[in-house]
């Protein structure tokens, strides 16, 4: 991923008002190892039911504000990711709804999907299993990885910038 300014994230930011985007919390970004990225993603620590992903949409950023529901499914069960496809505890995994862009989340139609809690799906694709004769080469199954939640991160995307139907 290329890096971002805390300007081009703040402009990207497509389902917010500007007031909501001038208070939104920046993680790290000095501290952002931008080629180990798909998407830059985290949580608001003054708010944890909001969240926040930015991306790379062509030779633009493109940022949405994302909110947790609360309560989820048993603490046994285990979930799956919608974006890195990575199964785990259900703790580990949250409902998110995104409201639309424009005015038809100004209208409150949402979209929803389940993400990895801590928004951190461009590590997990990197944890790979133990070396084996049946298993490609490790950096090739990065990279189909990170393609595929790229490709389900630009799907999910569309779905927010749909207009209402």
């Given at each position: 991923m290329k890096p971002l300014s805390a300007t081009e994230i703040r402009g990207s930011i497509?389902?917010?008002?500007?007031?909501?985007?001038?208070?939104?919390?920046?993680?790290?970004?000095?501290?952002?190892?931008?080629?180990?990225?798909?998407?830059?993603?985290?949580?608001?620590?003054?708010?944890?039911q909001r969240g926040y992903i930015v991306f790379w949409r062509g030779d633009a950023p493109l940022g949405m504000v994302l909110r947790a529901a609360t309560g989820g499914p048993n603490r046994s069960m285990s979930a799956f990711c919608s974006l890195c496809r990575t199964q785990q505890p259900a703790h580990q995994v949250s409902l998110f709804s995104v409201p639309k862009a424009g005015q038809a989340?100004?209208?409150?139609?949402?979209?929803?999907?389940?993400?990895?809690?801590?928004?951190?799906?461009?590590?997990?694709?990197?944890?790979?299993?133990?070396?084996?004769?049946?298993?490609?080469?490790?950096?090739?199954?990065?990279?189909?990885?990170?393609?595929?939640?790229?490709?389900?991160?630009?799907?999910?995307?569309?779905?927010?910038?749909?207009?209402?139907?």
């Open positions: 497509v389902n917010a008002t500007p007031d909501e985007i001038a208070r939104m919390p920046l993680p790290g970004l000095h501290e952002t190892i931008w080629a180990e990225r798909e998407y830059l993603g985290w949580r608001d620590p003054q708010s944890p989340g100004r209208d409150g139609n949402t979209v929803g999907t389940y993400i990895c809690s801590d928004l951190a799906c461009s590590t997990l694709i990197r944890i790979l299993p133990p070396p084996s004769q049946m298993q490609p080469n490790p950096a090739e199954m990065v990279a189909s990885r990170g393609a595929g939640l790229l490709a389900r991160l630009e799907g999910f995307t569309d779905e927010v910038l749909k207009p209402a139907e």
